[in-house]
């Protein structure tokens, strides 16, 4: 059992957590050194609006410049204070303040020596042991002349109205993680009811249930996996019944020479037989031991057909000089039956297969039309223009419609079948040459086998 906090659920929602986390960390911090860079910018542009007062206080010569001066700065925001400051014997002095204590101190706060290149100094500074902002504007414009107006304001406020609109977002911030956090929950107990959907069924197909699985109505990969899944349950169940008949019929065909071989040995060895029949039951033994033999032989080389590969060696071969020479090697059991054999078409098609199973695989379908053949078999190859077909055909009395689904299986044989291996040792051949084959009757009488082999097969000895 996965435990909880190894759960993809747990995972997930931490790892969401920890991106929104991040996210809020790097977006608080950004945006709050924006924010107080934007207060203190929009602090030394009100500072600044207020030297259009001061430089009005000089435009009438006649005005006493300090007592307009004064009076002009006593309009000023209340938040804000001034420092007329006096240059005197290379000190700096407070000559007017709103602070009347400090008329006549010096004047702490460092300014420099000129204003050249910068025609309003500004920054951040302790003066009388408070952080201020402060805007020095100078009487008289080009460099440090007597006098000297610092407008400053309180930085704390500046750093409060910061902090204050920061909580406010922050808030605003909280709340959007909160809700993005039950959307995430949301999501993934979505995202994770399919895994234990296709878990339970997992554990079924592991215990050999191969009952159909559900499909998972997702209509995304969790849909197209579950009907990946259902499908491979389906093959599975149909290979599962298909090793149970084979076992069933395997048992059965080796069984039946088996209980002969034993009777007629026990027979002879009790003295039940005598004279010929002793001879009639050592023939029916070596007959019924021949055939037992040749069912494990074709088992055997069914299951290498099926397993393994090493055994299949392609190689370019020609079909228009290749059916010829099969047809040479049943022209015995041919003229047994007295059947005709009718080769109707012959293209010289070039794939690439394993000569010699495809000879025995051919064989066997040729061997199977003279079983059940009256007059004559047929055989023809058709290119075509990215496969090739082989056909072959008998006149006989045609495939049953209740066989023609099991025809190719393993010990599933007609009336006058032999060991029910045959067809499906072709069809193995068949598809290890990468090809398919088909089962189905001709008009007016007959069946009809057909091989379709593709071209784009390469050989194991050719470039890639």
């Known amino acids: 059992m996965v435990r909880l906090w190894n759960s993809i659920r747990v995972k997930l929602l931490l790892s969401h957590l920890l991106i929104a986390f991040l996210v809020l960390v790097i977006s608080g911090s950004t945006f709050f050194t924006f924010l107080r860079n934007y207060t203190i910018d929009n602090a030394y542009q009100g500072l600044l609006q207020q030297d259009r007062i001061l430089r009005d206080s000089f435009i009438d010569d006649r005005l006493d410049p300090n007592r307009q001066l004064i009076f002009r700065i006593a309009r000023i925001n209340a938040v804000s204070e001034f420092y007329l400051v006096n240059v005197k014997s290379g000190g700096m002095f407070v000559e007017q303040t709103n602070d009347t204590s400090m008329q006549g101190q010096p004047f702490m706060l460092q300014l420099g020596n000129t204003f050249a290149g910068e025609e309003y100094p500004r920054g951040i500074g302790q003066l009388a042991g408070r952080s201020i902002l402060y805007v020095a504007v100078p009487v008289q414009k080009g460099r440090l002349s007597q006098r000297v107006i610092v407008l400053t304001t309180d930085a704390y406020q500046v750093?409060?109205?910061?902090?204050?609109?920061?909580?406010?977002?922050?808030?605003g911030f909280l709340l959007t993680v909160a809700v993005i956090l039950i959307i995430v929950f949301i999501l993934v107990r979505q995202l994770v009811k399919p895994i234990h959907t296709m878990g339970a069924a997992v554990k079924r197909v592991a215990l050999r249930d191969f009952n159909p699985t559900p499909i998972i109505r997702t209509n995304d990969e969790w849909e197209q996996l579950s009907r990946a899944f259902h499908q491979m349950v389906e093959s599975l169940r149909q290979y599962n019944e298909g090793q149970r008949r084979f076992l069933q019929h395997a048992s059965h065909e080796l069984k039946t020479p088996l209980m002969s071989i034993q009777g007629y040995a026990e027979g002879i060895r009790d003295g039940l037989f005598q004279g010929d029949e002793i001879n009639e039951g050592l023939e029916i033994i070596s007959s019924e031991s021949i055939r037992l033999k040749k069912i494990v032989d074709e088992l055997i080389y069914l299951s290498k057909l099926e397993t393994l590969d090493d055994i299949y060696n392609p190689q370019q071969v020609d079909l228009g000089e290749l059916i010829p020479d099969i047809l040479a090697r049943i022209g015995s059991l041919t003229?047994?039956?007295?059947?005709?054999?009718?080769?109707?078409?012959l293209d010289h098609a070039v794939v690439v297969i394993d000569r010699d199973k495809l000879t025995q695989a051919i064989v066997n379908l040729l061997s199977?039309?003279?079983?059940?053949?009256?007059?004559?078999?047929?055989i023809s190859v058709i290119k075509q223009a990215d496969r090739t077909l082989i056909q072959v055909w008998d006149d006989g009395a045609g495939i049953d419609e209740t066989d023609r689904d099991r025809i190719f299986e393993r010990f599933y044989h007609g009336h006058k079948g032999d060991t029910g291996l045959g067809l499906a040792i072709t069809r193995a051949i068949v598809e290890k040459s990468e090809g398919r084959i088909e089962a189905s009757n001709r008009l007016p009488a007959g069946a009809l086998f057909q091989i379709s082999l593709p071209h784009r097969r390469r050989a194991n000895n050719e470039g890639s």
């Open 368 to 378: 199977n039309a003279v079983r059940y053949a009256l007059n004559e078999v047929g």
């Open 335 to 345: 003229k047994q039956k007295g059947l005709s054999v009718n080769v109707t078409q």
């Open 159 to 171: 750093d409060r109205i910061t902090k204050e609109i920061f909580f406010v977002l922050l808030r």
